[in-house]
């Protein structure tokens, strides 16, 4: 991973680790029971729904993947770029996540499938933004490659080698990130149902929002200094 991340990558990340972990967490404990932040149990119970020939949740979990697909492809079109720099359109892609999640709070009240398609969409669109800075891969939607980050710290160390501190950092903080998303969205599910999802929208449109002013900080920073 790329040490020369921005501190804007960081908050970013460990902020958005956070809202996966809450609207995961809610999509599992909802009427369906179904993951919408990661797709690999998701392809596992579908392969166990293919071979009993059980063509009911085949469907919805197709459509689930899919669904993550479509979100992931609607931020490659939004952002149009493979490396994490500011001027490119995450305000716009958050905000769009914004409005996916709090369409799909009515959905999820009247136990609509539809309502975890546009979570999953929400969270695809989430994952494919935060993409690669400096040859490196950060994820916050599911916690596979960040585990498997800290096994190969811990490899190293034993090994006596240097540690890529800052990357195992980063690591461990989305790590926590979203586990207290999927605490406090558990938390969230037992005293508002389904209108839980509104936090983790609210928040995606705050970070938007603070994405676009530090934004702007920096290009009257840069303007003032080069002039």
Known sequence: ?????????????????CIAGM?????????????????????????????????????????????????????GLIIQDSALRLGRRYGVALSLEALLLLASVPLFESQQLNGALLAAMACGLQNAMVTTYSGAIVRTTHLSGMFTDLGIGL???????????RRLTLSGLII????????????????LHYHALLIPSALTGLTGIGYAGYRHWTLVRDARRDA
Not at 1 to 11: A, C, D, H, K, Y
Not at 23 to 47: M, R
Not at 176 to 191: K, N, S
Request: net charge positive; glycine share 16%; no cysteine.
């Open 176 to 191: 926590a990130g979203f586990l207290g998303g999927g605490v406090l969205g558990t938390w969230l599910f037992r005293a």
């Open 155 to 165: 490899g190293h160390l034993i090994r006596g080698m240097p540690l890529p501190m």
């Open 23 to 75: 609207v995961n967490v809610i999509g599992y404990l909802g009427f369906e029971h179904l993951a919408v932040s990661h797709l690999t149990g998701t392809t596992s119970l579908l392969g166990a729904a293919l071979a009993d020939g059980d063509w009911r949740p085949v469907r919805h979990l197709w459509a689930i993947l899919i669904a993550f697909s479509l979100g992931a492809m609607l931020s």
């Open 1 to 17: 991973m790329g040490m020369q991340l921005p501190r804007w990558v960081w908050v970013g990340a460990v902020t958005l680790a």
